[in-house]
């Protein structure tokens, strides 16, 4: 097998960073994610720093420098619970599931992000390789104000062990707490759903849920 590397690319699509004087909290707004087929793009991507804002591609396997970044995955279609198609939100990994990475009968959606079955070498995406895959947990929460939370009132939201959030909508308000192996571990924060539209590179696939992308907004702690 040649020997692969790991590429994560920052999309030229950057959120914006605004920091309150004082605030303990930082806000990344507009915070662009595509479903998988966005996955290898350049331009797109289907992963998303929850502490940087950042959106990146999977491109390869076998680096463990930028995974650890990595807290959140979209995708569109059914999972071993769901058995509709709808949009999720996932961490890499789940520690309460004991997860089959096979292409075509493993556990929906984390074996959507292990590789092409008629590729041997695992060059186009290869999650089940992650060397650090983190469990975010995510928990859809009610009747909670993102423009007026504070990094005391989203700390003191209670945060039960949930790894993904499926049936996502515009509009939804997500609490999450990162793991213990990101770089900010144990930080809780806000994610707001603002925009789920077609990949405006994609406009001939308009209704197929897997070029799609979401535009959200985030809160973290300090």
């Known amino acids: 097998m040649k020997k692969i590397m790991f590429l994560l690319i920052c999309t030229l699509l950057l959120p914006m960073v605004t920091v309150a004087k004082k605030s303990k909290l930082r806000t990344f707004e507009?915070?662009?994610?595509?479903?998988?087929?966005?996955?290898?793009?350049?331009k797109r991507g289907s992963v998303l720093s929850l502490s940087t804002g950042l959106t990146y591609s999977l491109a390869g396997a076998n680096d463990n420098t930028y995974p650890k970044y990595i807290d959140v995955i979209f995708f569109y279609g059914k999972t071993d619970k769901v058995k509709e198609k709808v949009f999720h939100l996932f961490a890499p990994e789940d520690p309460t599931l004991n997860i089959d990475w096979?292409?075509?009968?493993g556990?929906?959606?984390?074996?959507?992000?292990?590789?092409?079955?008629d590729d041997p070498d695992d060059i186009y995406y290869a999650l089940s390789k992650w060397k650090t895959r983190n469990f975010t947990?995510?928990?859809?929460?009610?009747?909670?104000?993102?423009?007026?939370?504070?990094?005391?009132?989203?700390?003191?939201?209670?945060?039960?062990?949930?790894?993904?959030?499926?049936?996502?909508?515009?509009?939804?308000?997500?609490?999450f707490e990162l793991a213990p192996t990101s770089p900010k571990k144990g930080k809780k924060g806000l994610i707001r759903i603002k925009k789920i539209e077609t990949d405006p590179t994609k406009p001939d696939e308009v209704g197929n849920g897997k070029y799609s992308r979401m535009i959200m907004d985030v809160k973290i702690i300090k």
Do not use: H, W
Not at 137 to 160: C, G, H, M, R, Y
């Open 107 to 117: 556990t929906k959606p984390f074996n959507k992000y292990v590789g092409k079955s």
């Open 102 to 105: 096979d292409t075509d009968g």
């Open 30 to 42: 507009d915070c662009m994610i595509y479903a998988q087929s966005g996955r290898n793009s350049e």
């Open 137 to 175: 947990k995510f928990n859809l929460v009610q009747n909670v104000n993102f423009d007026a939370a504070t990094a005391e009132s989203i700390a003191a939201l209670p945060i039960t062990d949930s790894y993904i959030i499926s049936d996502v909508n515009v509009g939804n308000v997500i609490l």
